[in-house]
């Protein structure tokens, strides 16, 4: 039962030439040509698979401001905005509602480090409630037990996974882009070294700029053209169930963390707790991910084969005139851990006790991309033309407009919606010690 997904159909012929072509169809890819398109610009978005099938449709829907990283938090914040906007402008609903998020512990460290982070947010003007014992039980009511603390941010909320990268992407076609789904950018044609245009399994498209939205391909895409991006995926698993329970609508725990559904059920799954299945290019980085591992061991554990299986690290070589290993694959769709998947459910079970006998809908896994840092990457590379916009680190879900927005501001030479410097893919060439961000 793999993660739900909106299909939407895409027909029209590829383009022989484009203002900027975007490659990569998840949330990143269909922000920036949409923001793109909404300009004026024309553009086209190709993608490998189906629109929103990676891990755009296979996370949990936060779109949080709440324990971000300094370096994240103004994107965080203008990408809530932009959610809010998105339905109106598209006539066509992403699933956001800005309902809160809920942290509930009995963990006074952990209770003592979201209070230090809501100082710093209030410096930045972001509000976030921290809760006193009597409030997280009144709050947390639907667990039916005590709780020593928690906060609840109010700003935040969750768009529908399952609808927000197809809706966007209609919202592409609405403002005259050109969308394309089973069609796989293989490579860049250059000339005199910068971007001259995209060969694409259904032809080439001229064009001086291209965005680079792969997600956990993203890499080995940079390698057929000698740029090196240090990036490196997890296997996360999840699972829904139906609806029939109430509770909060969205509410995290160290155990386990719940997330209503656009369809009234429920997401669950274990923050953090992921397996790293072993590949070449995982190897190749693997010096550069030390600082992440060393502070994020406790919850990640060896996984198998299923990186080597999926191809989307691989550190061959291809040519452009045949299929590649994304042809080969077109959505990423790795089996679940099927025990972390029944641990997640006798947990979620345990923190809301209405959850008993509500069947499973569906189990699934995503391979979630990350940099060293555990920031994005966004900015031109040293091919000049090529912007790249990958490297999410399990934020990308509820920053994707923000950072589509940042992309077309910067190619349209306006003024960036937030400062673009802390994103340069330049930082990835130094140590990532003492950088690592911490959520
Ligand atoms: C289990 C899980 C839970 C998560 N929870 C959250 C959350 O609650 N909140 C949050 O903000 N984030 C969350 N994330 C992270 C978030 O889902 C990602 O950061 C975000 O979706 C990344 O978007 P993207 O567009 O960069 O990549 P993707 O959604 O992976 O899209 C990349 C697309 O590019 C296509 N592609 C790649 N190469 C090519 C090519 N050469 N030609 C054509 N197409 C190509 C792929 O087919 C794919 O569709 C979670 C992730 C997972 C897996």
Request: hydrophobic share 40%.
């Amino acid at each position: 039962m793999p993660a739900p997904l909106l299909h939407i159909e895409t027909g029209q012929d590829l383009p022989a030439s484009a203002d900027a072509v975007v490659i990569g169809g998840g949330i990143v890819g269909v922000s920036a040509a949409y923001y793109l398109a909404r300009r004026g610009l024309k553009v086209a978005l190709v993608e490998k698979g189906r629109i929103g099938a990676e891990q755009s449709s296979r996370n949990w829907g936060w779109c949080r401001q709440q324990n971000r990283d300094a370096r994240e938090l103004p994107i965080a914040t203008r990408s809530l905005d932009l959610w809010q906007a998105l339905a109106g402008e598209i006539g066509l609903d992403p699933g956001f509602r800005r309902c809160g998020l809920l942290y509930l512990s009995n963990d006074e460290a952990e209770i003592a480090g979201w209070a230090r982070w809501r100082d710093f947010a209030r410096t930045q003007g972001v509000t976030t409630h921290m809760l006193s014992a009597a409030e997280a039980g009144e709050r947390g009511q639907a667990t039916g037990r005590a709780w020593k603390g928690g906060v609840f941010s109010p700003s935040d909320g969750i768009a529908d996974p399952e609808r927000a990268a197809p809706v966007i992407a209609r919202g592409v076609a609405k403002f005259g882009g050109s969308v394309h789904q089973l069609c796989a950018a293989r490579g860049l044609e250059l000339e005199a070294g910068r971007v001259a245009g995209v060969v694409t399994e259904a032809g080439t498209v001229r064009t001086r700029t291209v965005v680079l939205a792969g997600g956990a391909w993203a890499s080995s895409f940079c390698h057929q053209l000698g740029i090196r991006f240090p990036q490196a995926s997890i296997r996360s698993s999840i699972l829904s169930i139906g609806p029939g329970a109430d509770g909060p609508d969205a509410l995290h725990t160290a155990r386990v963390s719940l997330t209503r559904r656009g369809d009234g059920g429920y997401t669950l799954a274990v923050s953090g707790n992921a397996r790293v299945d072993p590949t070449p290019q995982q190897l190749r980085f693997a010096r550069y991910f030390l600082p992440m591992f060393a502070k994020r061991f406790r919850v990640l554990a060896p996984g198998g084969l299923e990186g080597l299986r999926s191809g989307h690290e691989t550190l061959a070589r291809w040519r452009l005139d045949r299929p590649t290993p994304m042809e080969r694959m077109r959505v990423l769709d790795p089996a679940p851990d099927r025990r972390m998947i029944r641990d997640t459910l006798v947990r979620a079970r345990e923190l809301l006790p209405a959850l008993a006998g509500i069947p499973v809908t569906a189990e699934w896994a995503g391979y979630i991309d990350s940099t060293p840092d555990g920031v994005p990457a966004i900015g031109e590379t040293t091919v000049p033309g090529l912007i790249l916009a990958a490297g999410f680190s399990g934020h990308g879900f509820g920053i994707g407009p923000g950072a589509g927005h940042m992309i077309a501001d910067i190619i349209t030479g306006a003024a960036p919606i937030v400062d673009p410097a802390p994103y340069r893919p330049a930082r990835l060439d130094r140590s990532s010690w003492g950088k690592v961000s911490d959520f």
